[in-house]
């Protein structure tokens, strides 16, 4: 079964509102979370660090504004994407390992349509 | 700057063959490597990994080779089942405070023939 557990798998929502996607891991604690955003026909691009009791980390070119993150507990970290626009529209995807060195696990991943 | 590089976007095999993926990398700070199975609209689905200190890693119908020298890894599956038919993914990571941040390859679509 999953460890690693995202909701919702499908959302469509209007430009300029705000939808949050959450990210459950469900068979152990994770002091670290990381979101990835995959375009169609695109690889997997990491968008940012999720980092339980702290601000998370993100990667160059990824709006921090744009895309909150929260990590209020070992178990949940969720992405809320703000304002959105048709081009956010996405495959976003996180993933959490128990600890360094063991398997890193990828939820089921969250459509984003943006209309 | 692609520093995960998978320069075949298909591969076709036909069942029973072998199906060998390839997967090279340019950072030397990644010390640990890993192959992933996806679907469409579907998230990763883990399949084998190799830490930097090993050459080969074999589960089941899966090896994983490094060449560190050439920075370059190989997924080999044997035999091919029509069931392997997806996109693989090669990740990389590299060590410390940095595990778990993969940087990913831009995939290649495996179609495994009857």
């Known amino acids: 079964g999953a460890v690693v557990s995202q909701h919702p798998s499908w959302v469509i929502c209007k430009s300029g509102t705000s939808v949050k996607i959450e990210c459950r891991s469900l068979d152990f604690q994770a002091t670290t979370m990381f979101w990835y955003r995959q375009f169609p026909k695109q690889s997997l691009m990491l968008m940012a660090t999720s980092n339980e009791g702290s601000k998370a980390t993100y990667e160059q070119g990824v709006e921090k504004d744009k895309f909150l993150i929260n990590h209020a507990s070992l178990t949940l970290s969720t992405l809320t994407v703000t304002s959105a626009h048709p081009e956010d529209s996405s495959f976003y995807i996180c993933s959490a390992s128990p600890g360094a060195g063991d398997t890193i696990y990828f939820g089921e991943g969250s459509w984003l349509t943006v209309v | 700057d692609q520093q995960v590089k998978q320069n075949s976007p298909s591969l076709s095999v036909q069942e029973g063959r072998i199906s060998i993926l390839n997967c090279d990398y340019t950072n030397s700070m990644f010390d640990y490597f890993l192959w992933y199975k996806k679907y469409p609209a579907e998230g990763p689905t883990f399949l084998i990994s190799i830490s930097s200190i090993k050459d080969k890693n074999e589960d089941g119908r899966f090896t994983v080779f490094l060449n560190k020298s050439a920075k370059h890894l190989s997924l080999h599956i044997v035999p091919s089942q029509p069931g392997d038919s997806a996109v693989y993914f090669c990740?990389?990571?590299?060590?410390?405070?940095?595990?778990?941040?993969?940087?990913f390859g831009q995939g290649t679509i495996l179609t495994v023939h009857p």
């Open positions: 990740a990389a990571s590299a060590g410390g405070t940095s595990y778990g941040k993969l940087t």
